[in-house]
């Protein structure tokens, strides 16, 4: 059981940092208006089809929901209860930047 717990948090922790590397870009994206470093340049279609429509708003709530899960990683909370609130912030964000009526645009 501890090992399968180990585990979890590993990937939990793989993902989070990939995540973060992520929406790091697509905020370089977005501030740069294209001309900054992507760590993933080989996706920058996907970076600016999600830059446009996500405010920068949106990308803070992002952000600050990969540092809370970062936190909840050092507090040894639960690594599928953690990547679980992260997903569903995170999906919630972009549900809510993408409609019309949210009034969540830039």
Known sequence: KEAKESAEAGAAAGFRELASMW???ILVYKSTGGRGDLIFEEEVQYISNIADYLPYRALEKITTALQDAAKREKLSVNASL????????????HRDASSADSGFRR
Not at 82 to 93: A, D, F, K, Q, S
Request: aromatic share 6%; proline share 0%; no cysteine.
């Open 23 to 25: 929406y790091r870009d």
């Open 82 to 93: 953690t990547m679980e609130m992260l997903l569903l912030e995170i999906r919630r964000v």
